[in-house]
């Protein structure tokens, strides 16, 4: 499968979309795009918090045709298609995995991995399926999706558990040796002298090139079957928006430009920086960045975006539901289409904020507003746990806001918590950052556990 995308036009740049929920049309302005973002969830595909209608989309799932059935809340995916900024009709959707191999190390507490010896990062945006942190092993195969950072590591967005035995590797070609056909993919040695057919779109492989390696580890080398190219350049189509996301690997101030998941960006004065500024960027920070492709082959922005940053993590009951906003112990949270959501508990593929009931157990990572409200960045509907009691056990992590050790409470979110049965309290002062473990009776947490938090 080509990796190199010609878009065709497929709309008009100002059509009439239906609703990807299937509501009523609406005349909006829309544009061809070519979308490389993360799934954040169904109904009919959510990317990079965009509703993508699907009914007559094209799937190509791991370089095969496949069904939406397929994805999964978490991976990172490219769309070709039309969209308003808000909702669109998908083309094509295209998922192709990042990684796929065996554990060869874990550190099942700090959250890294070794996957086929490329060092793998989760952090609390990672979407498990099949398997979580606790129950990885060493010698267990896995799939991996996520974006390289700056160091060349993986920040997985997504970990599945894979029957499959073949591995498969995404990423930069390095100390190429095209004599006795061999490369290393961040260390990984790679053996590419029993493909009959490279499948580039440039003449030959080359150093800097970004691609997809199929084959199976032998002694430590990666024997390749298959080789393509990987790039979402439009190689004619002109006044094709492309959205991009990933972290800035390089940085040049005074030529103004960056490299993001691979791509050479540049940027300038006209570029919309969406609440932020230029001064801001910096080396290993998570962007999203819009524009067209110059003739040189650099994309110049015309807005880039930063990431928000979880500030506030819950696990608990919800206490309340009202439209959009779900209460979870008292606190408002505001669930959107950019909101990365879930259902662990029933197995739910289009499931939203609309399937939540009140006392539901769910997983929220939280960011901030300016005005001081909450924003789910992550929901997932998880099985009730319970204490002895039937009290609904919880966690909550993040900055303690309010300190009252004399009179037993501290507050976080503006979620007061009672530390009475906690046997030290003397680190829990204002700004510090703390994991709560405990119980929530309906109306009150009563701590149990605490730990400090880096």
């Not at 874990?106 to 979580?132: H, K, P, R, Y």
Request: proline share 0%; with cysteine.
């Amino acid at each position: 499968m080509k990796k190199l995308i010609a878009l065709p036009i497929v709309l008009s740049t100002s059509t009439a979309l239906l609703s990807a929920c299937g509501g009523s049309s609406t005349d909006v302005v829309t544009k061809d795009r070519a979308v490389q973002g993360t799934i954040d969830g169904f109904g009919s595909v959510i990317v990079d918090g965009v509703h993508y209608q699907s009914t007559s989309t094209e799937f190509e799932i791991d370089d095969t045709a496949g069904a939406e059935s397929q994805l999964r809340v978490g991976q990172v995916v490219t769309v070709v298609g039309k969209d308003d900024g808000t909702e669109g009709v998908a083309t094509r959707i295209i998922y192709d995995a990042d990684i796929k191999g065996q554990v060869t190390a874990v550190n099942n507490q700090t959250g890294e991995l070794e996957v086929l010896g490329q060092a793998v990062i989760t952090n609390e945006m990672t979407v498990f399926s099949d398997l979580d942190l606790a129950t990885i092993q060493v010698g267990q195969m896995v799939e991996l999706s996520g974006y390289r950072d700056g160091t060349g590591q993986l920040i997985a967005t997504f970990i599945e558990a894979e029957t499959d035995t073949e591995s498969e590797i995404k990423g930069t070609v390095a100390n190429l040796d095209s004599a006795n056909k061999t490369f290393s993919i961040e260390g990984l040695s790679i053996d590419y002298s029993s493909v009959a057919s490279l499948e580039l779109d440039e003449a030959e492989l080359r150093n800097g090139m970004l691609v997809e390696v199929e084959g199976s580890v032998e002694a430590g080398v990666l024997v390749a079957n298959e080789i393509e190219q990987e790039d979402i350049r439009q190689e004619s189509e002109a006044g094709v928006e492309v959205d991009i996301s990933g972290y800035i690997s390089a940085l040049d101030l005074e030529a103004n430009t960056m490299v993001v998941a691979n791509t050479t960006v540049s940027f300038n004065g006209d570029t919309e920086f969406d609440d932020a500024d230029m001064s801001q960027l910096d080396l290993n920070l998570f962007v999203s960045v819009e524009g067209e492709f110059n003739s040189e082959g650099q994309l110049v922005a015309e807005e880039i975006e930063f990431a928000d940053s979880v500030s506030v993590e819950l696990e608990g009951p919800v206490t309340g539901v009202s439209g959009n906003t779900v209460t979870v112990m008292g606190i408002d949270i505001q669930v959107d289409t950019r909101t990365r959501i879930k259902d662990d508990r029933d197995d739910v593929q289009y499931f939203s904020a609309a399937d939540i009931s009140v006392d539901d157990y769910v997983e929220v990572r939280l960011t901030q507003n300016a005005d001081g409200s909450y924003r789910a960045l992550r929901l997932e509907r998880d099985e009730t746990e319970t204490d002895d009691q039937g009290n609904a056990t919880v966690e909550i992590s993040g900055t303690i806001d309010i300190s009252q050790i004399a009179s037993g409470i501290i507050s976080i979110a503006g979620l007061d918590i009672d530390i009475t049965a906690l046997a030290s309290t003397a680190s829990l002062t204002a700004d510090a950052n703390v994991e709560i473990g405990g119980t929530f009776n309906g109306s009150i947490v009563s701590a149990t556990e605490v730990e400090l938090d880096d």
